[in-house]
Every structure is written in C-alpha cells, then in structure tokens.
C-alpha cells in the first residue's frame, strides 16, 4: 500500500472532536463564572428596579431583591464544588 493511500484512509473519530469542543467550552464557562460570579438580572435588565402599574412609584425587582444582579449556575456549581473539596480534608 503507497504512504499516500495510509493517510487517506485514516480518519480521525469525528465524536473526539466534538468531545474536546465541548470540553473546552465547559472550562471556559467556568472560567467565566469564576472571574464574573454575576450576571443581570433578567427580569429588570440589571435596574434592581421598575415602575409601579400606576407608572408613579419604584418598586424593587423580586427575583433579584433590587439588587439588579443574579448569581449564574455555573458559580453555583463552582462553589459546590469547592465546599465539597473542603468538607473531605
């Protein structure tokens, strides 16, 4: 068999790349979540506020308790993880 016909027919396994692909972007949202633990809160777009029905008052967001920001998942999982880790030494 020539060296040309070798490489042709070996193919790398297409799931390892995919694999790896999703690897990576784990890590990186972890990354992100450790450097930036919080993101906007959804319901008030990061005010910690809105208008009242009557549009005279401010009332303060419930899901974000007028803090205007949410603590993400992955932060979450980060620190399980991290008080695990503590809990077995």
């Given at each position: 068999m020539s060296p040309?016909?070798?490489?042709?027919?070996?193919?790398?396994?297409p799931s390892a790349a995919w694999l790896i692909?999703?690897?990576l972007g784990a890590v990186g949202y972890l990354a992100h979540c450790?450097?930036?633990?919080?993101?906007a809160?959804?319901?008030c777009q990061g005010a910690g506020r809105f208008?009242?029905?009557s549009g005279r008052a401010w009332r303060y967001c419930n899901r974000c308790s007028?803090?205007?920001a949410?603590?993400?998942?992955?932060?979450?999982v980060w620190t399980h993880l991290k008080n695990t880790?503590?809990?077995?030494?």
């Open positions: 040309l016909l070798a490489t042709a027919s070996h193919t790398a396994h692909l999703a690897t450790v450097i930036w633990p919080y993101r809160c959804r319901k208008r009242s029905p007028g803090k205007g949410q603590l993400r998942p992955g932060r979450r880790n503590r809990h077995r030494k």
